[in-house]
């Protein structure tokens, strides 16, 4: 599919993560993966952050308000819990989480993992999305989505090499 993979391995597609526990016939499935130059430690607090807000464009799917850009004062993600906030509102449930390793959540029909893999010094953070709906629209939502989780990924990248 187009635009389906970003930034990862073949071994990194091949590899199975949590959310493909949740949707075990995927119609729709992307993968997109950065390296961050810091520790899993240093990553998981920002990954925690996507409770408060998206941290993409935050013009388009924050209505213009800027995500934080230091870290607050969060709990952990808690299985059930609201995974984020986006346009003023909760969205999204969180189905599992491994602290400093991986959060997985579901968003409407979209299942997506978000793992950490330590690398010597760095990390590498990979996002898993997969949906069992949408085989008409999911060239669409890879595209889209493609644009929208590359600025995250990068956005998170860049936060947690600062911190």
């Known amino acids: 599919m187009i635009a389906d993979r970003w930034g990862v391995t073949d071994a990194e597609v091949a590899r199975r993560y949590p959310c493909d526990e949740s949707v075990t016939r995927p119609v729709f499935e992307a993968w997109r993966g950065v390296t961050v130059h810091a520790a899993p430690s240093f990553v998981w607090p920002w990954i925690c952050q996507i ?56 968003l409407a029909h979209v299942v997506m993992t978000y793992w950490l893999e330590p690398e ?21 939502l890879s595209l889209g989505d493609l644009v929208m989780a590359r600025r995250q990924l990068l956005n998170f990248a860049r936060l947690a090499e600062s911190t």
């Open 51 to 106: 409770q408060l807000a998206p941290y993409s464009y935050d013009w388009i799917d924050n209505l213009g308000r800027r995500s934080p850009r230091q870290l607050q004062d969060v709990a952990e993600p808690a299985v059930g819990a609201p995974f984020t906030r986006s346009m003023g509102r909760r969205m999204g449930r969180v189905l599992s989480v491994e602290p400093n390793r991986q959060l997985t959540a579901r």
């Open 120 to 140: 010597g010094d760095t990390t590498r953070l990979i996002l898993k999305l997969v949906s069992d709906k949408g085989r008409l629209t999911a060239p669409l």
